[in-house]
């Protein structure tokens, strides 16, 4: 029967078992982020706003999207603290909560882009 490579004859991490587990658990509910951003249209807002801040109306124009779609994404971004509002007057304008998420577009872009 052919052997699976993927399949350890022996452990080799023994001592170290506790200390990586401890580890995984920093990154618990990073997920979550990522769901939100595996969307094509949440990715598009937040690029959008990258560049600028922005009303629903102006987002729904460029997306060409009803103003009830775009704020439900922006409800979702806003609850993983991805955006920002402020009012002016009747106006809420949106923009990026902090420049966290415009590092992760940044990088997430330079990685699309390299050559494989």
Same mark, same amino acid.
């Given at each position: 029967m052919p052997r699976n490579n993927d399949v350890c004859d022996q452990f080799c991490l +023994? =001592? *170290? =078992? *506790?200390? @990586?587990?401890?580890? #995984?658990? &920093? #990154?618990?509910?990073? %997920? &979550?982020?990522?769901? =939100? @951003?595996? $969307?094509? /249209?949440r990715t598009k807002i937040l690029y959008l706003l990258s560049h600028r801040e922005l009303c629903v109306c $102006?987002?729904? /124009? #460029? @997306?060409?999207? %009803?103003?009830?779609?775009? +704020?439900?994404? @922006?409800?979702?971004?806003k609850a993983f603290r991805l955006v920002k509002y402020r009012r002016e007057g009747k106006m809420v304008y949106y923009s990026l909560d902090d420049e966290h998420i415009l590092n992760m577009i940044s990088e997430a872009q330079e990685h699309f882009a390299e050559e494989r």
């Open positions: +023994s =001592v *170290e =078992v *506790e200390d @990586l587990r401890a580890r #995984v658990l &920093e #990154v618990a509910g990073l %997920s &979550e982020i990522f769901k =939100v @951003l595996g $969307d094509e /249209t $102006d987002l729904a /124009t #460029v @997306l060409e999207m %009803s103003l009830p779609a775009i +704020s439900h994404h @922006l409800r979702l971004l």
